[in-house]
C-alpha cells in the first residue's frame, strides 16, 4: 500500500476531490460553536489515525477540506505534541526572512515538495467564543500553520514551489520522522 493509500485508508481525502480547490466556508463565531467544536474533533480524530500509520517528526496538521468538511478550521501539532486550532485563519503578515524545506502533504503523500515559505508568519484567527486575534508562529510551526492556511484557501504547495522545481518521490526523501532543520541564524 502506498503512503497515499494508507492516508485515504484512514480517510484523508486525496489529491483531484475538488474540495481541496476551494476556498472553505468560514465560521461565523460564537454563532456556530457547536459546529466548530465537531469539525475539530473529527479533525483531531483524523490526525490520529493518520498517525497510527506514519510517524509525524516535524509535527503535522490537518485542514477539514481534507476530511471533506467545507468549512475554515485547521488543526496543528507541534513536534512536541501541542495543538493549536485555527478557525477562519489568515495570514496577515510575513517575514522576510525564508527558508526552503521539503514538505508533505496527507493529501499527495507519496511525494514531498521542496518550499519556500517566510521563518514567521502573523496569523489572524478567530477563538470559538469569537474572539479575534494575531498569533505569531515562527520557523517549523509557521511552516506547518502557513500549509493549512493555504488548505483553506484552496491551495495546495506545490504552487508555493520555485518554477523548474518538481517533487520527489517519497522513497527518495531521507527526512522522515526527523525535525525541521534550522541554523543558529535561523536559516
Given at each position: 500500500?502506498?503512503?497515499?493509500?494508507?492516508?485515504?485508508?484512514?480517510?484523508?481525502?486525496?489529491?483531484?476531490?475538488?474540495?481541496?480547490?476551494?476556498?472553505?466556508?468560514?465560521?461565523?463565531?460564537?454563532?456556530?460553536?457547536?459546529?466548530?467544536?465537531?469539525?475539530?474533533?473529527?479533525?483531531?480524530?483524523?490526525?490520529?489515525?493518520?498517525?497510527?500509520?506514519?510517524?509525524?517528526?516535524?509535527?503535522?496538521?490537518?485542514?477539514?477540506?481534507?476530511?471533506?468538511?467545507?468549512?475554515?478550521?485547521?488543526?496543528?501539532?507541534?513536534?512536541?505534541?501541542?495543538?493549536?486550532?485555527?478557525?477562519?485563519?489568515?495570514?496577515?503578515?510575513?517575514?522576510?526572512?525564508?527558508?526552503?524545506?521539503?514538505?508533505?502533504?496527507?493529501?499527495?503523500?507519496?511525494?514531498?515538495?521542496?518550499?519556500?515559505?517566510?521563518?514567521?508568519?502573523?496569523?489572524?484567527?478567530?477563538?470559538?467564543?469569537?474572539?479575534?486575534?494575531?498569533t505569531i508562529f515562527e520557523r517549523?510551526?509557521?511552516?506547518?500553520?502557513?500549509?493549512?492556511?493555504?488548505?483553506?484557501?484552496?491551495?495546495?504547495?506545490?504552487?508555493?514551489?520555485?518554477?523548474?522545481?518538481?517533487?520527489?518521490?517519497?522513497?527518495?526523501?531521507?527526512?522522515?520522522?526527523?525535525?525541521?532543520?534550522?541554523?543558529?541564524?535561523?536559516?
Amino acid at each position: 500500500m502506498t503512503a497515499s493509500e494508507r492516508m485515504r485508508a484512514v480517510g484523508v481525502v486525496q489529491e483531484g476531490d475538488p474540495i481541496l480547490l476551494k476556498r472553505a466556508r468560514p465560521f461565523t463565531l460564537p454563532d456556530e460553536a457547536e459546529d466548530a467544536r465537531r469539525v475539530v474533533a473529527e479533525l483531531v480524530s483524523a490526525c490520529e489515525r493518520a498517525s497510527s500509520v506514519h510517524v509525524f517528526g516535524k509535527g503535522m496538521g490537518m485542514a477539514a477540506p481534507q476530511i471533506g468538511i467545507d468549512r475554515a478550521a485547521a488543526i496543528v501539532r507541534s513536534p512536541d505534541g501541542e495543538m493549536v486550532t485555527l478557525f477562519n485563519p489568515r495570514i496577515v503578515e510575513e517575514s522576510s526572512d525564508t527558508d526552503e524545506q521539503y514538505e508533505g502533504c496527507l493529501s499527495f503523500f507519496d511525494v514531498r515538495g521542496m518550499v519556500p515559505r517566510p521563518l514567521a508568519i502573523s496569523v489572524e484567527h478567530t477563538d470559538v467564543d469569537g474572539q479575534q486575534r494575531i498569533t505569531i508562529f515562527e520557523r517549523g510551526m509557521a511552516r506547518l500553520v502557513a500549509h493549512e492556511v493555504d488548505h483553506l484557501h484552496g491551495l495546495l504547495y506545490r504552487l508555493r514551489m520555485r518554477e523548474g522545481v518538481e517533487p520527489i518521490p517519497v522513497s527518495e526523501y531521507r527526512g522522515t520522522g526527523s525535525s525541521w532543520q534550522y541554523g543558529a541564524s535561523g536559516e
